[in-house]
């Protein structure tokens, strides 16, 4: 007797050999997005603003430089908008006008599996480009950027869930964005998580606006830049690791399920 | 025979506003190895009823069973048995035509190398060798349609389902097409065709189901349908007067087996008797008779009859 599950390991493997190979030749539009906004925040904070005498210092930072205030920030916010990138822009796409999703949705395997391909793949580009921009912004700043792993396993979990959330955000995203609002969504989604992620600042930074400190919480992003300040440069004030390890974790479920949820509803009827 | 497809009190209701019965309590039996036709008009539950055969649309109630499998509890084994072609063009438009073909045949657990014979095969089959690396996005309708079809066998189902697929078709294309389908008869692969032309439903179908707001109507095949309209000639009148009172003379005339109104004029269905035509012409010239036509009945004649009203609305 065969393991009943043996045909959805393979249909799954399938699904992402599919999307492994949309990616590779797609790769220079790949890197292009990806590195880009990095690219040039790093440039113009770490490097230019220091050299013209305008440094930015992080308020109750210690005196800690800004650039490494930014190391974490910016792979975090390169790892969700390749969740919006590379998942929720396609998905909205293949589900609606071109219905190009058929042919997956109808292999034969659980259609929630169908979705969660779409999060676990997703992620594997948030991991690309997490470690695409790490160069980036390891080796731009004018000033010397303070990054040193004390735990590679945090680091690795760290990885792992901020990747899974920014697929799961895609997921989410993609399905219940109606295709004619995906522009706006930028504008009304996109832009304050990135501002309000804690991506130019620590969240303990945050603590003479204490509103803010304690409405920023509800962003995903935030536990993402937060761990991987506690993973990567463990020298700048951080959250506590049971708390973004917990915010993470509810962060992948909860985006998980309204869009695995939200995807069913789309693919049938 | 065994049943390929079997249909039992199929219900689709969608919730609204407004409220829609797509499918009010589908019964059908399609034998295996048999080219199936579901004919019927725009809004009828065609696609409604390939989508709960193909897991696209839950029921409201009743069964439907694909292969001996049951496509509402087990929706993931079911799709290992169908081939499905949907009315739209939905090839992956990030993959060319050969890795179309080729992540098919992987989604359904075909390892590489098979996967990579079989997607050939089924290039040099359907005669699209030479468009192997074209994306989709660069291929007529009628080629594209091709695809979709190679694709939907790639994992050799039993039973293949197309939802209207020569609509919007050009002649030349749907003439190929309807080769394709006829060579899935030959490697015994059951077909469920839905469409609204009753010439591709006459042509190409074992037997006929005609539909109509989600009911089947009558399900035969397309010989005993056209018999059963009891008439072997059907007239056509087209009239540019006012024609109160002709259907009752036209009913008047021996041979004459029913009078149906048509837009702008009446459908005469008769037996072929030699003289009845003069006598027809001449009982309508006085309401301005503009023009006759005169043919044998066809799947169009068997829904007016049923429904009173005409295919194509």
Known sequence: MTDPRRPYVRAFAGLMLRDTRVLVRNFAPFVTRTVMNPLLSVFVFAYVFPRIGQGMRAGGAGGANFATILVPGLIAVAMVFQGIAAVALPLSMELGATREIEDRVLAPIPNWLVAVEKIVFGAVQGVVAGLAVFPLVYLIPATPVDVHVESWPLLVVVIALASLASGALGLALGTVVRPQHIGLMFAVVVVPMTFLGCVYYPWAALHPIRWLQIGVLVNPLVYMSEGLRAALTPSLPHMPLPLFLAALVAAVLALSAIGVRAFRQRTID | ?313
Request: charged share 25%; hydrophobic share 45%.
């Open chain 2, 1 to 313: 025979m065994t049943a390929a497809i079997r249909l039992d009190g199929l219900v689709k209701e969608y919730a609204g506003p407004p409220a829609v019965r797509a499918l009010d309590g589908v019964d059908l039996e399609v034998r295996a190895g048999e080219v199936f036709g579901l004919l019927g008009p725009n809004g009828a539950g065609k696609t409604t009823t390939v989508g709960v055969c193909t897991t696209r649309v839950l029921p409201t109630s009743g069964s439907a069973i694909v292969e001996g499998v049951d496509v509402v509890r087990h929706p993931s084994a079911a799709r290992r048995t169908i081939g499905v072609v949907s009315q739209y063009n939905t090839l992956d438009r990030s993959c060319t035509v050969r890795e179309n073909l080729y992540y098919h045949c992987r989604y359904f657990g075909l390892g590489r190398a098979e996967s990579r014979v079989r997607a050939d095969e089924l290039l040099a089959q359907f005669h699209l060798g030479d468009r192997a690396t074209a994306m989709p996005m660069q291929l007529s309708g009628g080629l594209a349609q091709r695809v979709q079809v190679a694709r939907a066998i790639a994992h050799r189902p039993a039973v293949l389902f197309l939802d209207e697929p020569t609509a919007g078709l050009d002649p030349q294309s749907r003439l190929a097409l309807w080769e394709l389908i006829e060579g899935m008869r030959e490697r015994g692969i059951t077909v469920l065709l839905t469409t609204h032309y009753m010439d591709e439903a006459d042509r190409l179908s074992d037997r006929v189901a005609i539909i109509d707001a989600g009911r089947v109507l009558v399900c035969d095949t397309p010989a005993a349908l056209k018999r059963q309209v009891g008439a072997e000639t059907v007239v056509q009148l087209q009239l540019d007067g006012a024609f109160d009172g002709l259907a009752s003379v036209l009913a008047g005339i021996s041979g004459v087996r029913d009078v149906l109104p048509t837009e702008g004029g009446l459908r005469v269905m008769a037996t072929a008797r030699e003289g009845l035509l003069p006598r027809i012409v001449e009982a309508a010239a006085p309401f301005e008779l503009r023009d006759v036509s005169v043919s044998e009945p066809t799947l169009e004649t068997v829904f007016i009859r049923l429904t009173g009203k005409a295919l194509r609305d």
